[in-house]
């Protein structure tokens, strides 16, 4: 009688612990993120009052840290270009090429939504529902490269290709 009321008790906690919620992306929750916590600069009187920036509601501070833009500063770099937008000059002519058939608007949506289509064609399998899995590898496995046969193809052409390790067996 003791050994099933352990096992009852022992059961009971276990499903009480939450389960694998730290391991499942989907599960969310608003707790706190210790990987935000960041101290701030001090609190420091500008040489003029009239160099604060407006304030803003979501908007950045004087105090807030910048840690990308002190390396860049500390490595003798501009931070003041690392909020330039746009296109590089270096980069113009990648970019015209690679639009030349023409830029679709919105292209991320649509991706989005194509994708969901092909996903949602697929069903889960029981298997994959208990382990809180997508469909994602199965739904694109037809469109997935296989890059030894590509290798194998390329190789006697002389074009030159990167080493690859051997197959795995």
Same mark, same amino acid.
């Given at each position: 009688?003791?050994?099933?009321?352990?096992?009852?008790?022992?059961?009971?906690?276990?499903?009480?612990?939450?389960? %694998?919620?730290?391991?499942?992306? +989907? &599960?969310?929750? @608003?707790?706190?993120?210790?990987?935000?916590?960041?101290? %701030?600069?001090?609190?420091?009187?500008?040489? @003029?009052? &009239?160099?604060?920036?407006?304030? /803003?509601?979501?908007?950045?501070?004087? /105090?807030?840290? %910048?840690? $990308?833009?002190?390396?860049?500063?500390?490595?003798?770099?501009?931070?003041?270009?690392?909020?330039?937008?746009?296109?590089?000059?270096? @980069?113009? &002519?990648? $970019?015209? !090429?690679?639009?030349?058939?023409?830029?679709?608007?919105?292209?991320? /949506? #649509?991706?989005?939504?194509? @994708?969901?289509?092909?996903?949602?064609? +697929?069903?889960?399998?029981?298997? *994959?529902?208990?382990?809180? /899995?997508?469909?994602?590898?199965?739904? !694109?496995?037809? +469109?997935?490269?296989?890059?030894?046969?590509?290798?194998?193809?390329?190789?006697?052409?002389? #074009?030159? %290709?990167?080493?690859?390790?051997?197959?795995? *067996?």
């Amino acid at each position: 009688m003791r050994l099933i009321a352990l096992g009852l008790s022992l059961a009971m906690l276990a499903a009480c612990s939450g389960g %694998t919620a730290l391991r499942n992306p +989907q &599960a969310g929750g @608003d707790g706190p993120d210790e990987f935000a916590i960041v101290p %701030t600069r001090s609190l420091q009187m500008p040489p @003029d009052l &009239a160099q604060l920036p407006a304030p /803003t509601p979501g908007g950045g501070n004087i /105090t807030d840290p %910048t840690p $990308v833009a002190d390396a860049v500063a500390v490595l003798g770099g501009n931070p003041g270009q690392l909020s330039a937008r746009g296109i590089g000059a270096a @980069d113009g &002519a990648l $970019v015209a !090429y690679a639009s030349r058939g023409g830029v679709e608007p919105g292209i991320r /949506t #649509v991706v989005a939504r194509e @994708d969901a289509q092909v996903r949602s064609g +697929q069903r889960r399998r029981p298997l *994959e529902v208990l382990a809180g /899995t997508d469909v994602y590898n199965r739904a !694109y496995r037809r +469109q997935t490269l296989d890059s030894w046969a590509e290798l194998g193809r390329w190789r006697p052409t002389g #074009v030159q %290709t990167p080493s690859a390790p051997p197959p795995a *067996e």
